[in-house]
T-cell receptor
């Protein structure tokens, strides 16, 4: 398995506070992704990155921003957390080969009170 | 986005075969994937199939693809209690492209 870690693994915060989740990969993968997982929806893409400083929006990007200053790190920021952002967040990374697949981190459970 | 649909629950007895089904709408999908998620863990890639294939077998796992009906299935032979998990199908043009996931099927294996 690709070495992908996420921090923190669990976080409880209050509405209106900023939150940053970190994803770190040791595989030198070019592509990285942030998904959220909610009951009845499966995984939905928030943002993704196709290289350092190159990012784009996914299906559910409102209320989220990302940054990628190094190949190995991809940060997800909730500028002002809302209760609708309570979810489990997964990071993934993927190499550039046509048969490369996405490898997932262990997830971060975020609760916004 | 593309629609990928799965039934939510499946229960089978230990030793029986499990069949998890998935339908998708994007006919341009090149790759179709099956991921497994155990409680409290991330998604683990089980297997994938190219859209120009009908079947792929990997030990106890058999993937069948019907492109005409846009139907994908995962068969697990001799299902074990350790197979209890949520199974997601996903589709995309390549692995690096955005993947669209189904809602997941929770498989419960009854001893």
């Amino acid at each position: 398995d690709a070495g992908i870690t996420q921090s923190p693994r669990h976080k409880v915060t209050e509405t209106g506070t900023p939150v940053t989740l970190r994803c770190h990969q040791t595989e030198n993968h070019r592509y990285m992704y942030w998904y959220r997982q909610d009951p009845g929806h499966g995984l939905r893409l928030i943002h993704y990155s196709y290289g350092v400083k190159d990012t784009d929006k996914g299906e559910v990007s409102d209320g989220y921003s990302v940054s990628r200053s190094k190949t190995e790190d991809f940060l997800l920021t909730l500028e002002s957390a809302t209760s609708s952002q309570t979810s489990v967040y997964f990071c993934a990374s993927c190499g550039v080969g046509s048969t490369d697949t996405q490898y997932f981190g262990p997830g971060t459970r975020l609760t916004v009170l | 986005g593309e629609d990928v649909e799965q039934s939510l629950f499946l229960s089978v007895r230990e030793g029986d075969s499990s069949v998890i089904n998935c339908t998708y709408t994007d006919s341009s999908s090149t790759y179709l994937y099956w991921y497994k998620q155990e409680p409290g863990a991330g998604l683990q890639l089980l297997t994938y199939i190219f859209s120009n294939m009908d079947m792929k077998q990997d030990q106890r796992l058999t993937v069948l693809l019907n492109k005409k009906d846009k139907h994908l299935s995962l068969r697990i032979a001799d299902t074990q209690t350790g197979d209890s998990a949520i199974y997601f199908c996903a589709e995309g043009e390549t692995g690096a492209n955005n993947l669209f996931f189904g809602t997941g099927t929770r498989l419960t294996v009854i001893p």
